[in-house]
């Protein structure tokens, strides 16, 4: 299944097509950079005219090559494009990297992909920016770029190029980067499962637009997280106006943001929304062991220092608890009586004092075990500029930080005004991060610790398809959901005053009373509530019948809406990322307050009353304030079924029952709903 | 009133007492940078010792000097401190900046203000880092400083340090700087209002930990906005460990986070959480124009710079619209075919092609009527890094953009991954804000955006004080707040339950029986709602009374509950800031939903209802999916009234209704609560 990607990423040749001797172009800046691995394999120059180009004389066609070549470079005008893809693979080429466009949105690209597949090649892009390998020293892109462990792989050459530069200024680099430009044939998912396999690779950085099969894309990133490769995904959201940007950029749908959430927590997607944070995360995954709790330390040489990040660390969520007595008692026998020794600490002046009281301070915080991890902030990699004195045991004083705390088992991150000074580097050398600004080494502080915390779930299977459904009106969505294991109130449906007397007498009062056919029946007004007698439900009929007219009614038990809580619970279906399972509370409140829960359907009971505790307004489910406790168990359950059924009916475009009754002993649905999916989707 | 600062400002001559020659010591940062202003002022070095500091001969004492100082520079071990503040006012001194610290926490800090201040002089510190001023070039602090335009006033010297360097990598630097120290004398408010009155600065950037006279300050800082200049807050927030790391540091009190918040949005101050922050967005407000509206063009030299820009502007509650016919018409003129000329829109390429490109399109843009603000992305300033050629267009482009943006009136914001280049400097030399990071940008444009939406709020004067409450019972609390202006439902206190049956009959069926004495009643089971007849209340009555045996009863009239919406309205008083108004939603949800909105007291009706219409739950007041509109002009009225009662009771340190029934007509308080103010708040 998995194809041999060796070719690309570590080929015995190479040819650049549309080379040129131009520095303003593109085929210049390739070939410069191909002919830096002459020392790995050969590189063969090829340019239409023919003549020389940086020094070696050119071929006019791949045609004129002596022996196969395994990977062919493509920067040519789109018109020669396509008769140069057939010379590539005439001349043998196992795998092409096509920086040319303008093929895109023309069906042009397929064909093109399924040339090369075809072929026993594998492509990159059209539309892309190149190519790098660190370990086979193979530099296609129109860039430098620095070496190092983490492999990028982006749908944006200038967004990559940014991301190279802040990894350079962290002391990182990439150990492969491939541009992906139109994803004509090789897909994200087929280079994550490459990288994962990569040696070198620590990590995989990735810029996507378009997911393609999103479950198969989640499903190689938790290949990967599962190998010990923490994946990092930097993707625009689901704005209408991120969605142009992505229709005029490679004409890919936009995924919903919604769909990305639930993909990312379930294959534990770090996602990210900026470059700058893409290597802040990645930094600290790369350089830290994960916090084993919530508990945090704050070291800084100045007061302020210590209380900004302090404020940052709590508006986090993670706690910054008061030091115990011996580990107090500890740090003033090692600083100077103005030092501040609760959390934070404050050296005030015990750096000036003597620079080794910041390795005695961390090691006493790192070894105490009142904490989890530890931030050091402000001023360190600055002593050196005060006075030349301070320089060298400053820069001794950065490795034994860094040793200390690979010996502690737990993490230290630090922030420094000097983050590019030799002390840093040298922090970062021994494998400590170090961030310009706190409040991103608090971001990628807290990213580890809900790492700790995370419940491994998976990219759930789908069921094979169930037979369509085929009404999706009021009583076809209750009697699919009820099916299906969703508990719903006793119910009739009928036509006529006296159906609606006779049905109530049956069911037992009080009843409701609810005109069918309109979607938002509460909002027209086709609702009426707690109907406690025959005269009650004449009356409510006749007032609804003569103002809505409607095709039937529902008569329903009347629901102890005041013993409980009412949520929405629901699924969509996801262009990429197929069904997609959600719930918040019901009523206005939901829309009202965005507080919802999303996940990949199927999900399991056991997700489900995750989710449901992840919601902020859980505590109203769970006795707040001498309320009494609601049954979750039976709210996850109902979700849980809600969701197999919405997975097994991709025909269905929304499922939802709102409100859910969730009562002290058992769930209700009052509501339910489909919406059957626009054929588009 | 106002003090005269020119003698700690721009001082005719200075003393710095305890001079150094040892590079290690504070005494020779200070007195080597003291010496650069010599060709402005005389300065003095004063060593107990004597002897040569820094090619100069020293004087023993401030004594010796044979002409009055102006302003005197202590650094001075803690015990000679007060004999030298001693010598410096003899010696005739007007300004006097105390490094020295060790007088914190025990009075002395105190005395020595005192006694500065009734000599006719003005104090800085102790326990500070120096003064800055660029106009006077008088440089009294441990480092170097960039000069500019912002104006820095800080209790935290490292901060200082840290804001000053960033300052200067964006281009910017300090007009003045005051680091704060221990505030014995001159108080953050008096500092502002000096700030104010120089001509050199542009904005006003605060690190402050204690803000003493809250409201003063807040006054302060108001008058320094309608002057036009901005004020920037960096603090602690009011967690525990945060407002640890204050004690430990300054002796301060931290002041409540909502008061904080209460005090900025009075006063119009932009409250930031970290360093880099503080810079980011004084860059944006020095450099820019405020845009008239939401709306926001995106231009990249990429898709994925524009996605990821365009997915940020939108999650900042901004709008990215399409463009017109005419815009996108007039973009498809000036870029090549592959370019997106929509919002964003990408170059793709077209920088390459021609660098004026950027010009042409940034003035169709912000010129075009469609947006009112252009956010460009991406490369721009690594041109010049391709090729030789094209640098010197770069730098031109660069200059002409900004002078584009001055004539346009709308703002321009950079964001670029070579934000060192001398292309962006340009920019910035040209009045555009260029950052590195792109949520950066966007943080900043929509705090720029926001002030233009701002209603003007000012601080608000407390009234005297009223006759204190002699209860504060439940009783007593309703009194005070009915008195006031508060509305509530009818009631009778009784004890005994033929009374209370009397109480229930005068009033009118259904009632209500509350338990009084405990706090939290509901919790407790001592409220009993909807009782329909006597014998309802006779059964709830012996029911209460063999649980918890309350002191009385209260009954009520039974409010109409699913007519209306439960509101949280009340006040607290802060120990610096004074009292400060809340509203939430009422019930379980307000702590469950931390949805609150909060203001310094008393509010008027306007501004209360603004405050109703700032939380996330208004829709829920104003008629969201069908439901009816609620009386908010009540609800805003009685949070009014409530907020003159506790500004006029300085003895309450918490005064609340909660919850208060906003109906469709009108609005009911159904409890109230007094907590009188702890003696030491």
Sequence with gaps: MTRDLQ??????????????????????????????????RAVHLVNHRGGEVLGRETHRSLLELEAPVDLVLITVPEAALESTVDDALTAGARALVVISAGTEGSGRDIALGAKVRDAGAALVGPNCLGIFDAQSELELASNDLPAGTVAMISQSGNLALEVSMLAREAGLGFSRFVSLGNQ???????????????????????????????REFGRAAARARAAGKPVVLLTVSGHEAAARAIRSHTGALASDEAAIEAACRAAAIERVSSPRQLIDVIQGLIRCVPPRGQRVAIMGDGGGHGGIAASLVAKAGLQVPELSPPTVARLREQLPPSAACSNPVDLAGGGEADIRNFERVAHTLLECGDVDAVVLTGYFGGYGEYAEVFADPEMATGAALAELTAAAGRPLLVQTMYASS???????????????????????????????????????????????????DYEAARALLAAGGVPFVAQRTISGAAAAQAAAAEIGYPVALKALG??????????????????????????????????SFSVEAMAPLDRGVELLIGARWDA???????VGLG????????????????????????MLRSLRAFPLLDGARGRPALDVAAAADALAALSVLAAAHPEIGELEVNPLLVLPDGALGLDARIVLRHPAD
């Design 184 to 214: 004509a044939d090789l897909t994200t998912a087929e280079l994550i499962d490459a990288m994962t396999a990569h040696e070198l690779t620590q990590a995989i950085a990735l810029y996507v637009e378009d997911f393609r099969d999103g």
């Design 587 to 610: 009523g206005v409140y939901a829309e009202v307050l965005h507080d919802v829960a999303v996940a990949l359907a199927p999900v399991t009971p056991a997700h489900a009353a995750a």
């Design 7 to 40: 070719p690309l990423f570590a080929p015995g040749s190479v040819a650049v097509v549309g080379a040129s001797a131009d520095p303003r172009k593109w085929g210049n800046w390739l070939a410069s950079r191909a002919l830096r691995g002459e020392h790995r």
């Design 422 to 472: 030799p002390p840093a580097d040298a922090l970062r050398r021994g494998g400590v991060p170090v961030f310009r600004a706190v409040e991103h080494a608090v971001d990628a502080l807290s990213r580890l610790a809900a790492q700790a915390e995370r419940d491994p779930f998976e990219v759930p299977v789908l069921p094979d398809p169930a037979a369509p459904v085929g009404d999706h």
């Design 576 to 582: 990429r990322f197929g069904p997609v399972a959600l």
């Design 518 to 551: 309109a979607v938002h029946k509460s909002d027209a007004g086709g609702v009426r509530l707690g109907l406690t007698d025959a005269g009650a439900v004449l009356a409510a009929y006749e007032d609804i019948e003569a103002q809505l007219h409607p095709s």
